[in-house]
């Protein structure tokens, strides 16, 4: 779907889209087409519940003496309520709407809105963001596609007074859709496509973008000394990997941001096998490094002005004759040894090398890393919040506050002394899982660690990486839960403005 932006006209074809805010009132492109269709869209709200409330919407077809296909009406709720995420929200109902309708082009009106405290163009720039971000589609291994379900839009345009406004703001915000759609398609990917090298391989990719990519493969790993990751990854049959990317887009003197994910691309349990019954959703086990993959997309795409670096550890996590066994020690790239009590809490021996790896070459101003990491943290949030633990206030007031922006939201859990205990082992320096209770938190402070002083921040994503129903901006299947978080993180507190 191709997005555009114009000034004001009176379209003659397609969908036009007009607004309505939830006094009933049109506003000016509404009422304009109503008196061309003769009073179509007025009789058309009468013999409805429509009043102009958020959600609510109303399609008027072939109104007689406008040549239009069809006129789709949609509330905008109170003025005063409206927002950037309202604006998102108003665009992907329209995506909904209109994207398989049949119709090939629409034209949105953004008019002025008395009582909104946000200029026009941003308005439309943020529905254009929206649409884009509802639009989201992963059907390429589907041969026969359900004709009523494949989109047909192919052109959005979205209308308002100062268009080349509006088109500049949503430049960036559709840098950071690319890199959400990376995201989204990293996760979706079966595991038979995605696996360490493959994954690492698109990774790779953004090279074309200014992004600096390097892989370690498993010699390299092994001489490091990453004897936690390599485990791991030591009963499948494809090669584990590490991948950094590094976009620099702020003076050499300044010292990088870090941000790490988990990348199991195929989480079986291993020796501690899962039961069969959803196994298949272990394929976004990777979903932190598909996040931070796209995140670098993200950055890179809209040139932020800021050192990043990108780290993932990419490895399978397989039952074989070769595999790790509950009761192994293994020494990790720190020197900590790690008592592997079950093999299915890999995801936090994956991170111990990753993050180490990362303070020790990068001595990052500060560390974020994302994990699908326990099922704890769905029991505890379900899909509502992603889990927050972090060793520094500055850093939590941040991420809340992003969060709540992009609709991503973080809810804060504990770490503490207590809770460290738990994991200590009689055979090792610790073990790799904690008693029966505080799953999410006991993984927490077995990442804690691995990274010494640094300010640190662990997001717990395993709730909110797969979506099992629409949401007005994100379709169901992969979420890429993170992307607008940090982006809007680095955004907000890094960019040195
Ligand atoms: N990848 C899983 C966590 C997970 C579960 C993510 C469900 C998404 C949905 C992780 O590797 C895991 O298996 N964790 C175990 C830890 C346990 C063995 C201490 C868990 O949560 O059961
Ligand atoms: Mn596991
Ligand atoms: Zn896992």
Not at 263 to 280: C, L, N, Q, R
Not at 312 to 341: C, W, Y
Request: charged residues 20%; aromatic residues 6%; hydrophobic residues 40%.
């Amino acid at each position: 779907m191709k997005i555009v932006f114009a000034n004001p006209f009176m379209p003659s074809t397609g969908v036009a889209v007009v607004f309505a805010t939830d006094t009933g009132r049109f506003l000016t492109s509404a009422s304009k087409l109503d008196t061309a269709a003769k009073g179509a869209l007025t009789r058309a709200v009468k013999g409805s519940k429509f009043r102009g409330r958020k959600g609510q919407s109303l399609t008027v077809m072939a109104p007689a003496s406008a040549k239009l296909n069809r006129i789709l009406l949609v509330g905008l709720g109170k003025a005063k309520d409206i927002d950037e995420l309202a604006a998102q929200s108003v665009g992907g109902e329209i995506y909904t709407h209109i994207g398989s309708s049949g119709q090939t082009s629409a034209n949105v009106m953004v008019d002025e809105i008395d009582g909104v405290s946000m200029k026009t163009a941003e308005i439309a720039a943020n529905i254009a963001y929206g649409a884009r971000l509802r639009s989201y589609c992963f059907d390429k291994y589907l041969t026969k596609k359900r004709a009523e379900a494949q989109p047909s839009l192919k052109t959005l345009r979205i209308t308002c007074v100062r268009s080349l406004n509006a088109k500049s703001l949503f430049q960036p915000l559709n840098r950071v859709a690319d890199g959400i759609f990376m995201a989204r398609d990293l996760v979706s990917e079966p595991p038979n496509v995605i696996y360490p090298q493959s994954l690492a391989q698109r990774a790779r990719e953004l090279s074309k973008l200014g992004v600096k990519v390097e892989v370690l493969g498993e010699a390299k790993m092994r001489k490091l000394g990453m004897g936690a990751l390599l485990g791991v990854g030591q009963g499948s049959a494809r090669e584990s990997q590490m991948v950094i990317m590094r976009w620099n887009g702020a003076g050499k003197d300044s010292s990088p941001i870090a941000f790490v994910g988990k990348g199991v691309t195929f989480d079986t349990g291993g020796i501690s096998i899962k039961p069969a019954g959803g196994m298949e959703d272990m394929k976004w086990d990777m979903g932190g490094s598909g996040v931070v993959i796209g995140l670098m997309r993200a950055l890179a795409g809209r040139k932020a002005r800021v050192n990043v670096v990108g780290v993932v550890g990419l490895v399978e996590n397989m039952p074989d004759g070769n595999a790790q066994r509950p009761g192994d020690i293994v020494t990790s790239m720190s020197g900590q040894t790690i008592e592997v009590i079950n093999t299915d809490a890999e995801g936090r021996l994956v991170l111990a090398d990753a993050l180490h790896y990362t303070v020790e070459r990068f001595k990052p101003k500060f560390i974020v890393d994302l994990a699908t990491l326990t099922g704890a943290i769905i029991v505890s949030l379900a899909d509502q919040y992603a889990g927050l633990f972090t060793n520094n206030d500055t850093l939590c007031d941040r991420l809340l506050t992003a969060g709540i922006a992009v609709n991503e939201r973080l809810w804060r859990l504990p770490l503490g002394d207590g809770y460290d205990k738990m994991i200590n082992s009689d055979a090792a320096d610790m073990k790799n899982v904690g008693g029966r209770g505080g799953g999410s938190i006991t993984a927490a402070q077995f990442l804690q660690r691995f990274i010494g002083a640094t300010p640190w921040a662990h997001i717990d994503i395993a709730g909110v990486t797969w979506s099992k129903r629409n949401l007005d901006t994100v379709p169901k299947g992969g979420t890429a839960f993170g992307v607008r978080l940090l982006d809007r993180l680095v955004a907000d507190y890094y960019e040195g403005k």
